[in-house]
């Protein structure tokens, strides 16, 4: 599985960003797609992870401020961040997996993108 994530920067306390993450395989379709996000100092830890029938699962720091989406394709999933905090700044990984999987890190995954949420 490839994946490819897109969408990171700097953005002010309250404020909006979106991640990409694209996942191609020559193998079998990819059907979790999700991201984690590793803070310094702290673990990995999940941030939101979609599967291609659309069952969704967030950690429980964004939940009510993040959104997770997918394409039509379902091979393109994007990260909905609002209401962004300073607490929110981590690198964030793309994550995938063939099997449906919502509570632990699917097989496989892409570069980190950083966000940082500063004034």
């Known amino acids: 599985v490839q994946l490819q994530a897109s969408g990171g920067g700097l953005v002010q306390p309250g404020g909006s960003l979106r991640l990409s993450c694209a996942a191609s395989?020559?193998?079998?379709?990819?059907?979790?797609i999700g991201w984690y996000r590793q803070a310094p100092g702290k673990q990995r830890e999940l941030v939101a992870a979609i599967t291609s029938g659309g069952s969704t699962n967030f950690g429980d720091s964004v939940k009510g401020r993040f959104d997770v989406s997918r394409d039509n394709a379902r091979t393109t999933a994007y990260l909905q961040m609002n209401r962004l905090k300073p607490e929110d700044t981590a690198v964030y990984y793309c994550?995938?997996?063939?099997?449906?999987?919502?509570?632990?890190?699917?097989?496989?995954w892409g570069q980190g993108t950083q966000v940082t949420v500063s004034s």
């Open positions: 395989s020559d193998r079998f379709a990819v059907n979790t």
């Open positions: 994550n995938a997996d063939y099997d449906y999987i919502l509570d632990k890190p699917g097989e496989f």
